[in-house]
């Protein structure tokens, strides 16, 4: 567990370094934490990192990439349907970490073609959002007048 989390440590400060210069900003933490899952589990599955040794840190990075892939698309979904899709979002995640984890590939799809369908099906539209936004703007403008 020591060479994972240094390993995220190194590859955030690397990503972090290489934000100021790239046009397009990664979140350093969530690219040290996804990177460091992958390397392991290539390591692992080329037969190069013993199995016993590297699968539960790289489950548990995978988890957390799951979790926070979730929070990142969080936004872009209905939010009176949020909490019903974020639990299938993460459990099939999870189910889909699994079968990758244990090279189970048919719960590893599954898994992303339940999380890629329960997302297209709870997504909002543009429109819906600036809707959203634009009456919310609209009542705090209304509160503002009616303040003093």
């Known amino acids: 567990m020591i060479i994972a989390l240094l390993s995220v440590l190194i590859l955030t400060g690397i990503v972090w370094i290489l934000n100021k210069k790239l ?10 934490v996804s ?8 390591g692992m599955l080329l037969g190069k990192l013993l ?7 790289t489950a548990i990075l995978a988890g957390g990439t799951m979790v926070g892939l979730m929070s990142k698309l969080e936004e872009s ?15 099939s995640g999870f189910a889909a970490v699994y ?12 898994g992303i073609i339940v999380d ?11 429109t819906e959002k ?3 936004d634009f009456k919310r703007l609209k009542e705090l403008k209304e509160k503002m007048k009616n303040c003093c």
């Open 35 to 42: 990177l460091t899952w992958f390397w392991m589990f290539l």
């Open 116 to 126: 890629i369908i329960a997302t297209t099906v709870f997504k909002t539209h543009k």
């Open 130 to 132: 600036e809707n959203s």
């Open 23 to 32: 046009p397009v900003k990664i979140c350093s933490i969530c690219a040290g």
């Open 99 to 110: 079968g990758l984890i244990t090279n189970q590939w048919t719960i590893l799809i599954i």
């Open 77 to 91: 979904i209905k939010v009176k349907f949020v909490l019903i899709w974020k639990t299938i979002f993460v459990l």
């Open 51 to 57: 199995v016993a040794d590297y699968q539960v840190p």
